[in-house]
């Protein structure tokens, strides 16, 4: 940025140029009064605190860019007199009690703006307002009595998080936030993101969490609270405000102490947030999102804001358990890690190492990861090690390494931002990515992007989207064969690019020549038209992202989907640009760690083959063992690994932090797998399903009970530290891997995770510059990291780490899904997340409130075959497939239609998989769940309450409006500029 200089006061000034006032003032260690302004939301001007005088004229610094040559002062009489008007307005609308206020914490802007500012006593009496209190949200209280109606929730909604719930009508009676347009919390379009909740600068919006647990005067009565507050209010009067602003700064110094606050990183999907964790003890106060978080800012969804209580939960596994007589007891650690260590060297020496299976953990951190694959590579001999990945994103991995090289996103979230063009397919981005989401409804609603969303099932972002387009299941691959033909033929294909940084582009141009726009109508049953405008909007896009999730890679040919949206990327000249390439949605906060740092069957961290002498080579001197030692070859995943057991090739399995009794497909035959297997290890928190054929339980702790790191969707290396000890006599995974290696003789010393990871950076070229000291605090790194430190915030800059440094254009054939509908499954049951849960609800379904947004499973029926079949709201019917059946409630909704169903994946333990079956990628074993054709029948059973509550957000009406009307404040009659004073402020 350049730089520039101003004066201030008679001093001058220098930094960047063009940023907010208030901003550079702050580069320059000045803090200017100021309480609607937040650097994330910009300029409001809704405060009217922050004035100051330029050429004899008074302006919202603000609304102020930093120019060279400005001449501000702040400190005259007419500046410091507009400053003081505001906040007495603002005062008129609030109700300062300050001591006995949940918020009092030293992150109350209202409170700390006005002990800055030294407000003698309020000009305006304060005035309550005809409503009464919000508490309809199981997460969070609106206060009418509390809102200085600033506006920060309401640009927050609307144009951050983009869920365009909130409102403010200045020119009501008695202004208010509205929800949906004045409907209670819980009746409304609210998600419960909590993004209101965090830039609230007052207790206006408060977490619930908070209510009477955050100082020495909070946990009283309301009704002593309440006349406390009376007389504070009368000594105000009376001594003045600066007495009673005194004894509340000194309560915020009090409560400190007793306030942790530690930076963390979130544990559910793959988006990687991070913010602060604030506890008293072991209580969970809130989640505090910071504008320095690098990939979401102030920014949250529910889950990541509020569903914490699995931290505490009773559920939780606090002691080892070892299965005796059919049922688990109790035992010390010493007892049960000797047990762990004596049956899987026994199986090893008897059956071989390739015997057993390693399952690490998702969930786990980078570390943890990595001395799971060093436990089944370097101590049992065998590279069977795996990781959720194989259930998702495997397929988008392999496609992405065969044609740019690297199984990864191309940049970072907010690049997407930067693309002229996004195309979404079979990502309900919204729900499973939801701070993704917003950044994506944000560029769009300003008009910086166009969607296209390519899906089965009407959600979110198709009802957004520019154009929708609703193909039939499983025939993604055949549109992009055509539409990749489309660039060639219609002159659209990026030459250039393809000659300096493609391979094999003429043998992959003849082998689009069978695929036709007309072939791709005919598969996919879009129209000749549909594909066209398609086809010429790729084409004429100048950066155009693709993102991609389970809705593709979970079918039977889902590596070649993801290949042909590569090529299509590449035929086109996009990648190796901001804006630009291919962002396959990773699902768990650390599947791409777990990959990254060596849990897969082929390769050890960093994506070294382990079939490779050389590679081999170098980890078996960094681990200090001799080569021939390390299995060189390729190990079975998860899918293959529960088979094997299945057919009893498979003697012992270690399963890290996984639900894969619940998760694997066909479940059935999973659970006879495990019940066949000599022996069973599960480390995790609860007793998982997956926990309950163990032979052995191990307690591992929650993220913010050790300290780690994490890689997120983007490549995105962070740190989280500790908020807490670990509940009871529960453990981190990678002190008790580092145990267990003890026990089953070799030396592993580690102390710290640090010193993990900087083993692994001294092996693996690709994490060579990445340290705990790097990572510190909100600092973060995308890999490649080369040994100096430099991260790479977008591959292929540079070019491709291939041959030549060229990308591969790859050939591919269409090929019809594995399984289809007929005669006796005449429907496509489509399946998916839902943004309230996550997985198998073993940490969402610990939290009250998630549970009440989604109480029950169901089945989603369209409104077409819903009236075919009489089917209502909460009608009984039975699911069939070719594997099994289930009964649950219908939910009839336009989000699907015809003969699509759908299904949620998180509820009904043993849940969707009974009905899914074992056809698979065969390139990488993922199944395609995706593919799974049944019957539909009506139950002769009562009907029961819908299964999505009326009050659901889905079911709400949102009020898009462009950001905070301050014009229709100003506008008012009764509303002069300060510093004139007003006769009734507390209106607007």
């Known amino acids: 940025m ?50 100051v005088e330029i050429n004899g004229e008074l302006k919202r610094s603000c609304a102020v860019t930093s120019t060279a040559g400005l001449d501000i002062k702040s400190a005259s009489p007419l500046a410091r007199e507009a400053r003081e008007e505001g906040m007495d307005r603002l005062l008129s609308k609030h109700e300062l009690y300050c001591t006995v206020c949940e918020n009092n914490n030293g992150d109350c802007t209202l409170h700390n703006t006005v002990a800055d500012m030294g407000i003698d006593i309020q000009r305006y009496d304060y005035q309550r307002k005809p409503y009464q209190k919000d508490t309809s949200s199981p997460f969070y209280t609106y206060d009418p009595d509390q809102c200085i109606l600033c ?221 799971a694959q060093k436990l089944a590579r370097q101590i049992i001999g065998t590279n069977n090690i795996d990781n959720s990945s194989r259930y998702c994103q495997s397929p988008a991995s392999t496609g992405l390494k065969r044609t740019a090289g ?19 397919v079979g990502s309900n981005t919204a729900e499973s990515h939801p701070v993704i989401a917003s950044r994506l409804k944000a560029a769009h609603k300003k008009g910086q992007q166009k969607h296209i969303v390519i899906d089965t099932r009407k959600h979110e972002m198709a009802e957004r989207a520019d154009r929708f387009l609703r193909p039939r299941a499983g025939t993604d691959l055949a549109w992009t064969l055509a539409i990749t033909r489309y660039q060639f033929d219609n002159g659209y294909a990026d030459q250039t690019f393809l000659d300096e940084h493609v391979a094999g582009v003429d043998e992959f141009r003849r082998s689009l020549e069978p695929y036709t726009l007309e072939f791709a109508t005919e598969v996919t049953g879009l129209s000749l038209e549909t594909l066209t405008e398609l086809a010429e909007t790729v084409g004429k896009a100048e950066r155009l992202c693709i993102v991609w999730a389970m809705g593709v890679t979970q079918h039977s040919h889902g590596t070649d989907t993801s290949t042909a949206f590569s090529n299509l990327l590449l035929t086109t000249g996009n990648f190796g640009r901001p804006g630009t390439g291919g962002y396959p949605m990773r699902g768990h ?87 066949k297997l000599d022996f069973l290890v599960v480390q995790d928190m609860f007793v998982s399903r997956t926990a309950q054929f163990a032979d052995v339980v191990l307690p591992a702790c929650a993220s913010v009970e050790k300290e780690g790191t994490f890689v997120n969707t983007e490549r995105r290396i962070q740190r989280f530290y500790e908020a807490m000890p670990p509940l009871g006599d529960s453990r981190p995974d990678w002190r008790i891997l580092t145990e267990l290696a003890n026990r089953m003789g070799y030396t592993w010393s580690y102390q710290h995770p640090s010193e993990i990871m900087a083993e692994c950076a001294a092996i693996s070229p690709l994490f060579a510059g990445v340290s705990y000291e790097r990572l510190e605090g909100w600092n973060s790194l995308l890999w490649p990291v080369d040994a100096e430190g430099n991260d790479s915030p977008y591959l292929y800059r ?166 905070v009307p301050v014009e229709v404040k100003w506008m008012q009659e009764d509303y002069h500029q300060p510093p004139e004073h007003q006769a009734h402020p507390e209106k607007n």
Request: aromatic residues 8%; hydrophobic residues 35%.
């Open 151 to 371: 506006g920060r929730c309401v640009e927050a909604c609307q144009n951050i998080e983009v869920n365009e719930t909130l409102s403010i009508d200045y020119s009501m009676e008695s202004p208010r936030v509205l929800w949906d347009g004045g409907k209670q919390i819980d009746e409304s379009s609210c998600v419960h993101c909590g993004h209101c909740v965090t830039v609230c600068p007052c207790n206006a919006l408060l977490e619930n969490s908070m209510h009477e647990n955050t100082g020495p005067f909070t946990f009283m009565p309301s009704q002593l609270k309440r006349s406390m507050i009376d007389l504070t209010k009368q000594v105000e009067k009376t001594t003045g405000a600066q007495l009673i602003t005194g004894i509340s700064v000194m309560d915020m110094h009090w409560r400190q102490p007793e306030i942790k606050r530690t930076k963390t990183v979130c544990t559910y999907c793959g988006v990687g947030c991070s913010f602060e964790m604030w506890t008293r003890d072991r209580t969970i106060l809130k989640i505090q999102p910071v504008e320095e978080a690098p990939v979401n800012g102030i920014s949250t969804c529910i889950k990541g804001k509020f569903a914490w209580d699995f931290v505490n939960s009773d559920n939780r596994l606090k002691t080892p358990l070892i299965r005796e007589n059919g049922a688990f007891r109790e035992a010390s650690w010493d007892e049960a890690l000797s047990l762990v260590a004596k049956r899987l060297l026994e199986v090893r020496d008897t059956y071989g190492a390739d015997s057993i299976g390693v399952i690490g953990s998702s969930k786990a951190s980078n570390e943890e990861a990595y001395l």
């Open 406 to 424: 690297y199984g990864a996103d191309a940049g970072r979230i907010e690049d997407l931002q930067h693309a002229d063009v996004v195309i979404m």
């Open 798 to 963: 540079d070019g491709f780490p291939k041959e030549n440094g060229k990308a591969q254009l790859y050939p591919l054939e269409w090929q019809s899904p594995a399984e289809v509908e007929d005669e006796d499954y005449p429907f496509m049951l489509d399946n998916g997340r839902l943004l309230e849960h996550f997985q198998g609800m073993n940490q969402s379904g610990q939290t009250e409130g998630t549970l009440k947004q989604v109480p029950d499973w169901f089945v989603e029926v369209g409104p077409d075959m819903a009236r075919e079949m009489n089917l209502e709201d909460g009608s009984w019917v039975r699911v069939t497939s070719r594997r099994g059946s289930l009964e649950v409630k219908a939910c009839v909704t336009d989000r699907v239609s015809g003969y699509t169903l759908f299904m949620p994946i998180h509820q009904g333990k043993p849940g969707l998989n009974l009905l899914t079956g074992e056809h698979h990628d065969p390139d990488v074993d993922t199944p395609a769940y995706k593919e799974t054709a049944v019957r539909l029948e009506r139950l002769p059973k009562e009907k029961g309450h819908p299964p999505l509550p009326h009050n659901n957000f889905r079911y709400g009406h949102p009020t898009p409006i462009e950001g």
């Open 589 to 675: 906060n650390n599947v791409q760690g777990a990959s990254d740092f060596g849990c897969l069957r082929n390769t050890y961290p960093g994506y070294d083959p382990v079939a490779d002498d050389e590679v081999r080579e170098r980890w078996a001197k960094g681990w200090g063992v001799d080569k021939e030692t390390l299995p060189s070859k390729v190990g079975e995943g998860n899918f293959l690994m529960v088979q094997a057991a299945e057919k009893r090739d498979l003697k012992a399995m270690y399963v890290i932090g996984e639900e894969t009794a619940f998760s694997d497909a066909d479940t059935n035959n999973v659970h006879d797998a495990f019940s």
């Open 2 to 51: 350049s730089q520039c200089e101003l004066i201030l006061d008679g001093k001058r000034l220098s930094g960047e140029e063009n940023v907010p006032l208030i901003d550079f003032l702050e580069q320059n260690g000045i803090s200017l009064p100021h309480v609607c302004y937040l650097k994330t939301l910009g300029p409001l001007q809704t405060c009217d605190t922050c004035w």
